[in-house]
C-alpha cells in the first residue's frame, strides 16, 4: 500500500469548515483513499473513502487532486465534537488490511 | 447499529500470566482485526482473520496468538505477557463485499506490571 504523509496537528475555529490535507504521492492507479477518525477513548470511525471523484456524504466530503497524489477532507461546519485524530489511507479495495499511521490531531477551538 | 464489544475496558495483569482479550461483533462480519495502538506509533496490526479458524499475521504478530472458533468472536491471547506489551488493544470486524469499512470497538487497555 502507499505510503501518506499528514500534518500532526491543526487548529480549526467552532463553526469554519476544516480542511485536513494528505500527501499520498506513491498511490497506484486501483488504489482508493480512506479516511478514519477516533475521537479520545473511543475507537476509530469509518468517514469517507474515493477513488479519484470527489466524494461527499453527511459526514464530510473528500477532494482528490485530479494527479491523484494528494487530497484534502473537508469538515464543513468544524464542531467541537470534531476534535479528534484523523487518519488518512491508502488501500486496495477488498484488502482487507488498512495500515494506519499517526494522522492528524484536529483540535477545534471554541 | 454494528456493534463490536471487548470483554474489557482496562485490565491489569502481572509478567508472565496468560492473558485473554475477546472480541465479539454482532453484524455476521467475516474478516475480524485485533490493533495495538501506543502514543507515536499509531494503530499497528497484530492478526487478523477472514473466516472461522483462519488466520493471518499482521505486521507485530510476535508474543501473540489468536483463536477463531466462532464467526463473531475473535479472541486475542498473550501467553506470557511481558511489560512491552502494556498497550491499547483495538478489535475490529468488516465485511466482505461491502464498503470494506472496519468497525472498531471501544478499546481495552491493558498494563503489564
Known amino acids: 500500500d502507499a505510503k501518506t504523509t499528514q500534518p500532526p496537528s491543526m487548529d480549526c475555529a467552532e463553526g469554519r469548515a476544516a480542511n485536513l490535507p494528505c500527501n499520498h504521492s506513491t498511490i497506484s492507479g486501483n488504489e482508493y483513499v480512506y479516511w478514519y477518525r477516533q475521537i479520545h477513548s473511543q475507537g476509530p470511525q469509518y468517514i469517507i473513502h474515493?477513488?479519484?471523484n470527489n466524494e461527499t456524504n453527511e459526514m464530510a466530503s473528500l477532494i482528490i487532486t485530479e494527479d491523484r497524489k494528494s487530497s484534502t477532507l473537508i469538515l464543513p461546519h468544524a464542531t467541537l465534537r470534531d476534535t479528534a485524530v484523523y487518519y488518512c489511507?491508502?488501500?486496495?479495495?477488498?484488502?482487507?488490511?488498512?495500515?494506519f499511521g499517526t494522522g492528524t490531531r484536529l483540535t477545534i477551538i471554541p | 447499529d454494528v456493534k463490536v464489544t471487548q470483554s474489557s475496558r482496562y485490565l491489569v495483569k502481572r509478567t508472565g500470566e496468560k492473558v485473554f482479550l475477546e472480541c465479539v461483533q454482532d453484524?455476521?462480519?467475516?474478516?475480524m482485526f485485533w490493533y495495538r495502538q501506543d502514543p507515536g506509533l499509531g494503530l499497528r496490526l497484530i492478526y487478523f482473520?477472514?473466516?472461522?479458524?483462519?488466520?493471518e499475521k499482521g505486521d507485530i504478530p510476535e508474543g501473540y496468538s489468536v483463536s477463531r472458533e466462532k464467526k463473531e468472536r475473535f479472541s486475542l491471547i498473550l501467553e506470557s505477557a511481558s511489560t512491552n506489551q502494556t498497550s491499547m488493544y483495538l478489535c475490529?470486524?468488516?465485511?466482505?463485499?461491502?464498503?470494506?469499512?472496519?468497525?472498531f470497538g471501544p478499546g481495552t487497555r491493558l498494563t503489564v506490571t
Open positions: 482473520s477472514y473466516d472461522v479458524k483462519m488466520k
Open positions: 489511507i491508502v488501500s486496495y479495495f477488498g484488502n482487507e488490511k488498512l495500515t
Open positions: 453484524m455476521d462480519h467475516e474478516n
Open positions: 474515493g477513488l479519484k
Open positions: 475490529a470486524s468488516s465485511n466482505v463485499g461491502g464498503r470494506y469499512e472496519q468497525y
